[in-house]
């Protein structure tokens, strides 16, 4: 196939000319083979100039182009979308970032910036002759369900947002609690096993006894925190200490707890093994406050290496201060511990007045606590990773908060750290809301950029199936690795590490990358 | 011939590496002219292969940059990256070529200060041992 190139020079406005000489570039581009035109603008995100570039491409029957402008993230959608339209396939549109790789960090060189431009361009257009058109493919949803795990605080924000896109919403709940939330909840299953991919998983669910399938979209993690059992030296040796989230629960409906009443950060004060978790500041002064509401004249310490009360939660610390409530701070000098010829009396060193204080109590609470026990079930059953403490991974950042490394599942709320009930709702919403977006749609798109095996090449060694982050190649029924598209997201680790050379990334195949970079190392420097 | 100018060639990841590329561009950091960039999907697309023809066609220095390893897009790709850029190193070794010249680099996409400084290393060391079998060391 002959390559007719157009190439777009972008002035960004009016940076690039007061570097670069823009008639040499545009002479070294039209007197390279396959160019057929070449355009300069003062910007190619201005709709209008964009325009005039897809309408010069078709007249000039360019099939591919090389636009020379900023960063690809910026501009790449509405470029690929206005090639579109003029016939030209969106993976046939090479970008060279000149504004942020020439221009702007070596304007004080402008030779040197020429240079660096002109090869550069050299090596976009060596690459353009090399790309191929690939198309993305769609497949429909086969549901239209978002399964949410888990049906505490989180879980029902989920549930709440996912509906107001318009999905159908099941809850999974391990325990038997009811709950009020849109959509179908199922008490006493569990999630055991996943098939699938993004769009169209198929779960395998524990209810009750029965064993049974269920198809969905996406799936929403909110198995929340271990917010019922206690982990830790202080826990073990007290054998009816609560968690602070249990006290929550008397506080608010049950019989008030026996006073008086004492508050520890960690059931593991001098170790390692837990650490003070972050909502345990602003939730333990809540609790606090909600008790001495309650009945004013129960004595309450709270027992903290420091309190870090932020943001407006700092006015609770004031309040409960203010209440009665008796602060005691603790530092390594003089762990809490348990008095050893009475087990309701905890021991402590005032880290403020250098007394021990020696403190009887009622009812212990302890505002730390372990992970989910679940969790480890369900990252197992959806393949997913985990954290080193207990919780979810969370996917990278640029993926989003909510999402863990696997797209179409989101995780959101204590299931990634234990946090206040505000922030989960919020998570829970956030990832609701994402869950939903992407379900309502009912389209799944996939493929363009993804691996290829050459089967001639491969020897199944099974290389590729023990590296991909993502389970996609698989060894077919012809002894030779295969690779599921719906699943490839394109990161090319197989292609890379495949002993044979059987695997190749479409749009970034092993000569695409070696002739781009023999053509820059042949260039001036 | 005139005074030898050092050749560097980076390849990059276009995920968290490219952001910090452009990051440290956009905050007004001068960037050494002597780095042309490749950019790949992931640092784990980059094989042994790449590199060392980099190093064939003339490079002085090659280095890879890829995302944080626990924030990885592609999850495990730095990674991986990185245990291909040792194994090149090795091979390196063997071959009698400074082990300097490759190196792998993880940044983070808010990090403006970092690529400056992977360019200026690696510059330095381009600098230092000059072409493959002319500086450095006498063969």
Redesign the interface.
């Given at each position: 196939m002959k390559a007719a190139i157009q190439v777009v020079i972008c002035k960004c406005c009016t940076d690039v000319p007061l570097v670069l000489d823009l008639s040499r570039l545009e002479k070294l581009a039209s007197d390279s083979d396959n160019v057929v035109s070449v355009a300069v603008v003062n910007a190619v995100c201005d709709g209008k100039e964009l325009a005039g570039i897809v309408k010069n491409a078709v007249e000039k029957e360019a099939d591919r182009a090389v636009v020379l402008a900023c960063?690809?993230?910026d501009f790449s959608p509405a470029l690929a979308k206005a090639y579109k339209r003029a016939g030209i396939n969106e993976f046939l549109v090479e970008i060279v970032?000149l504004?942020?790789?020439v221009v702007?960090?070596?304007k004080?060189?402008k030779e040197?910036?020429q240079?660096?431009a002109e090869?550069?361009l050299n090596?976009a257009l060596a690459r353009a002759r090399m790309l191929t058109p690939l198309e993305r493919k769609k497949e429909d949803m086969r549901t239209r369900n978002v399964v949410i795990i888990g049906a505490g605080v989180t879980g029902q924000a989920a549930a709440g947002a996912a509906s107001e896109s318009g999905v159908h919403t099941i809850i999974i709940e391990k325990s038997t609690r009811t709950v009020k939330a849109p959509g179908i909840i199922m008490s006493r299953s569990q999630v055991v096993g996943a098939k699938g991919y993004s769009g169209n998983y198929e779960l395998e669910i524990q209810a009750g006894e029965k064993s049974e399938t269920l198809e969905c979209a996406a799936i929403v993690i909110a198995s929340g925190g271990g917010w019922t059992h206690l982990k830790g030296p202080l826990a073990k040796s007290v054998k009816d200490s609560i968690p602070l989230y249990e006290l929550f629960l008397r506080v608010r409906s049950g019989p008030a707890p026996k006073g008086p009443i004492v508050v520890i950060d960690t059931p593991d004060p001098a170790g390692k093994t837990m650490k003070t978790q972050d909502y345990a500041w602003a939730a333990a002064l809540e609790t606090v406050i909600d008790l001495k509401k309650r009945s004013p004249e129960t004595v309450v310490y709270v027992v903290f290496q420091e309190m870090r009360a932020f943001g407006v939660s700092e006015l609770d610390y004031k309040l409960a201060a203010e209440m009665g409530v008796k602060f005691v701070r603790y530092d390594k000098g003089g762990f809490p511990k348990i008095d050893q010829k009475d087990p309701h009396k905890i021991v402590v060193k005032d880290a403020s007045q250098g007394d021990v204080l020696s403190v009887p109590f009622g009812t212990l609470a302890f505002a730390s606590i372990p992970m989910n026990e679940s969790n480890q079930v369900i990252a197992d059953a959806l393949r997913i990773?985990m954290a080193q403490d207990g919780g979810i991974r969370r996917?990278?950042?640029?993926?989003g908060p909510v999402s863990t490394?696997r797209p179409g599942i989101f995780v959101c709320g204590s299931a990634l750290f234990p946090k206040p009930r505000e922030v989960a709702r919020a998570e829970g919403e956030a990832a609701g809301s994402l869950a939903g977006e992407y379900v309502k749609g009912g389209v799944i798109e996939f493929g363009g950029?993804v691996a290829q095996v050459t089967a001639e090449k491969c020897s199944a060694c099974l290389t590729c199936v023990r590296?991909c982050?993502?389970e996609a190649p698989f060894i077919g029924a012809a002894s030779k690795a295969e690779i599921r598209t719906q699943l490839c997201?394109?990161?090319?680790?197989c292609?890379?590490?495949c002993p044979s050379?059987a695997i190749d990334?479409l749009h970034?195949t092993?000569d695409q990358?070696?002739e781009?970079?023999?053509v820059?190392?042949?260039g001036d420097? | 011939m005139a005074e030898h100018?050092?050749?560097v060639?980076g390849f990059c990841c276009?995920?968290?590496a490219?952001?910090a590329?452009?990051l440290?561009?956009?905050s007004?950091?001068?960037?050494d002219?002597?780095v042309?960039?490749?950019q790949?999907?992931?640092a784990?697309?980059?094989?042994g292969?790449?590199i060392l023809?980099?190093l064939e066609?003339?490079?002085d220095a090659v280095f890879v940059l890829g995302?944080l390893e626990k924030?990885?897009?592609?999850?495990?790709?730095s990674i991986?990256?990185r245990k291909?850029v040792n194994y090149v190193k090795s091979m390196l070794a063997e071959a009698g070529v400074e082990q300097e010249r490759v190196e792998m680099f993880n940044v983070a996409?808010s990090n403006a200060w970092m690529y400056p400084e992977v360019v200026s290393k690696m510059v330095e060391v381009a600098k230092r041992l000059g072409p493959i079998g002319r500086g450095g060391e006498e063969r």
């Open positions: 960063h690809k993230k970032n504004r942020e790789e702007v960090p070596i004080d060189d040197r910036a240079a660096k090869t550069i090596a990773p996917g990278s950042l640029q993926r490394p950029s590296t982050p993502y997201q394109g990161c090319g680790v292609a890379g590490i050379k990334i970034y092993d990358v070696m781009q970079t023999r820059i190392l042949g420097f | 100018r050092p050749r060639v276009e995920k968290h490219m952001d590329v452009v440290s561009s956009r007004g950091r001068k960037i002219a002597s042309r960039l490749v790949v999907p992931c784990g697309r980059v094989d292969m790449h023809r980099a066609d003339g490079a995302c924030n990885c897009y592609y999850d495990t790709g991986e990256g291909r996409s």
